[in-house]
């Protein structure tokens, strides 16, 4: 798209993820319960329904498996909930907007952070699920297995199938969750604010003083 002459002006910036500083605070309907999450927007490129219709698919043989998905309510995800109310899945929570602490504990004690999104500028949730100990089942779209790397389990963002056969997975294989735990843990320290602050100051610099 580029030629080699644009290239050579293009200094990539990597975005982070870090812990925010609040305290966990339970989300006390589902304490004690096993679930998968996702947090963000449902813009119609994030693909939620898509996980939904895994969830779906999981639940044929974990039923007591729960979905729980936290971003402010507007018309997308309106549409999402007239649509599990229509098809009557179980078991699919639409939490609205979550705090930080709610958004910790989640993610915490979450089997995995799922995100089937087609398209991303970064995916700043994968990082914030890894920093909390949450494995990542991501698509394998656009740049996001550039920010996971080796930490997450990739599918097909067009596959229910395949995002259906990762979830089920996940929960029936303890060591395939545990080894994810730990390259998330080695992954993020690929990643901070301060590292991205310095790198675009030195670009600047550069810049000025050329």
């Known amino acids: 798209f580029f030629g080699k002459k644009y290239l050579k002006k293009i200094t990539v910036t990597y975005e982070a993820?870090?812990?925010?500083?609040?305290?966990?605070?339970?989300?006390?309907?589902?304490?004690?319960?096993?679930?998968?999450?996702?947090?963000?927007?449902?813009?119609?490129?994030?693909?939620?329904?898509?996980?939904?219709?895994?969830?779906?698919?999981?639940?044929?043989?974990?039923?007591?498996?729960h979905l729980l998905l936290a971003g402010k309510k507007d018309f997308f995800y309106e549409e999402l909930e007239q649509f599990v109310k229509n098809e009557s899945i179980p078991?699919?929570?639409?939490?609205?907007f979550i705090s930080d602490g709610e958004k910790r504990w989640m993610l915490q004690n979450a089997t995995a952070f799922v995100t089937a999104s087609q398209s991303e500028g970064f995916c700043i949730p994968l990082l914030e699920a890894m920093y909390e100990d949450?494995?990542?089942l991501a698509s394998n779209a656009s740049c996001i297995p550039?920010?996971?790397?080796?930490?997450?389990?990739?599918?097909?963002?067009?596959?229910?199938?395949?995002?259906?056969?990762?979830?089920?997975?996940?929960?029936?294989?303890?060591?395939?969750?545990?080894?994810?735990?730990e390259k998330g843990r080695k992954r993020v320290k690929d990643f901070s604010w301060r590292k991205m602050a310095e790198q675009t100051h030195s670009v600047y610099t550069r810049i000025l003083e050329s």
């Open 134 to 136: 949450c494995p990542v």
């Open 91 to 96: 078991n699919i929570h639409f939490l609205g």
């Open 17 to 65: 993820g870090e812990i925010p500083t609040v305290s966990p605070e339970p989300l006390k309907k589902f304490v004690g319960k096993q679930y998968f999450c996702f947090v963000g927007n449902a813009f119609p490129y994030k693909n939620v329904k898509r996980i939904i219709l895994a969830h779906q698919k999981l639940i044929a043989t974990h039923p007591d498996t």
């Open 146 to 181: 550039e920010v996971a790397g080796d930490a997450a389990l990739y599918f097909n963002p067009n596959s229910t199938n395949e995002l259906a056969k990762l979830m089920k997975r996940l929960l029936e294989k303890r060591n395939v969750r545990t080894a994810l735990i």
